[in-house]
């Protein structure tokens, strides 16, 4: 069975980077991650995430510059691996179209946050970056 990549974007402006609050499922619900999504057949990565940040924030696929991966693989499951790359925006301003909510945090704020599980694995390289 092929493996499903699922991407995050850690997207940073300045000394912070920017974090979106889940509505759902339940069991996350509240919780703060990297924004992203899956990667659907046809689609690079850089260009699945890209696609993903504009929905979910309310950009322009233009305004989203994918880099360099950010920190290791996190295997989700069996069949789904997480994947994040650092990200920069060329223009707009996101809103939390598909979260509760979003911030823009530092690296002394990020230990604070009540992340989902997966994401919080990142955290050393976050603060690495920030």
Known sequence: METRIVVAGAVVRG?????AQRVWPPELA?????????????????QALARELAEELGLHITDIAVGDRLGDDISLDDETTLRAYLVRLRGGEPHPHDHRALCWVTAAQLPDLDWVPADRLWLKDLVRIL
């Open 15 to 19: 000394s912070a980077v920017l974090v």
């Open 30 to 46: 509240g919780r703060w991650e990297l924004p992203g999504g899956k990667v659907t057949p046809g689609e690079t990565e850089p």
